[in-house]
């Protein structure tokens, strides 16, 4: 069984007082760089991988969509994306991300917000990404970044005041998983270098088309003065790649 802390009523609960949650993309420190990398969705048959409560699923549709999947391994998740996009023609399914089985060259476009980092076998993923993706097809990914994700402690270092010196980096080429706090939780995640992500696409036949480390657009951090620190490392890694 693939852990599914956002069924955890107190995690979710948690989870669903955060910005994104409350107001949707536009509250995503990195939706002003994301949607830049977003193609044409117009008549397109859409994935969306780990689609969580469903605000990229919404945008895809909205955005003229011709079907739009999206699957996810939390059931709270699925349901409160059924009840915000319930005007909409949107599939949901409950199931892991490495346990997708759909036709080949079913989907124009695969996205993926965030979820990576919970995958244990990235390769696995990205070889049914390429068996499902049309030729030419586009997958769009956020995941936390490897700077971020190397130490299980995934914080600040700080003087005894409490005050943020800076990000520490150890155990970075040490790949596998990280016992975290997130929420107040432990939770799983796993540990991948650049080096392992860029060239898990590439042995896929994805070629890579952009990188972003986004950085807090200038109207996230006006809104949310608590976020300026998020520019001082990276947080997110975003990638586009087309399958050749």
Not at 45 to 53: A, I
Not at 217 to 244: G, H, W
Request: charged letters at 25%.
């Amino acid at each position: 069984m693939k852990q599914n802390k956002y069924d955890d009523p107190d995690f979710f609960e948690r989870y669903g007082d955060m910005p994104r949650s409350v107001t949707g993309l536009n509250a995503a420190g990195e939706w002003h760089i994301l949607q830049k990398m977003l193609p044409d969705f117009k008549g397109k048959n859409v994935l969306d991988l780990g689609c969580g409560l469903g605000w990229h699923c919404i945008y895809a549709k909205q955005m003229g969509a011709q079907k739009v999947i999206g699957i996810d391994l939390s059931a709270k998740m699925l349901e409160s994306a059924k009840k915000k996009s319930e005007d909409l023609d949107i599939e949901y399914l409950q199931i892991a991300i490495e346990e997708i089985d759909f036709a080949a060259q079913e989907f124009d476009i695969i996205i993926s917000s965030l979820a990576f980092h919970y995958v244990k076998d990235f390769n696995l993923v990205c070889k049914k990404i390429s068996k499902y993706l049309k030729p030419g097809g586009s997958l769009i990914f956020s995941q936390e970044h490897p700077i971020f994700t190397c130490r299980s402690e995934q914080d600040w270092y700080t003087d005894q005041s409490g005050n943020r010196l800076h990000w520490p980096v150890d155990d970075y080429q040490i790949e596998g998983i990280r016992e975290t706090n997130f929420l107040g939780h432990t939770v799983i995640k796993y540990h991948r270098t650049m080096e392992t992500i860029v060239n898990t696409l590439i042995d896929s036949n994805l070629r890579i088309v952009q990188i972003s480390e986004p950085q807090p657009s200038q109207n996230t951090l006006d809104e949310y003065p608590e976020m300026k620190d998020e520019c001082r490392r990276p947080i997110f890694i975003m990638i586009s790649a087309v399958l050749q």
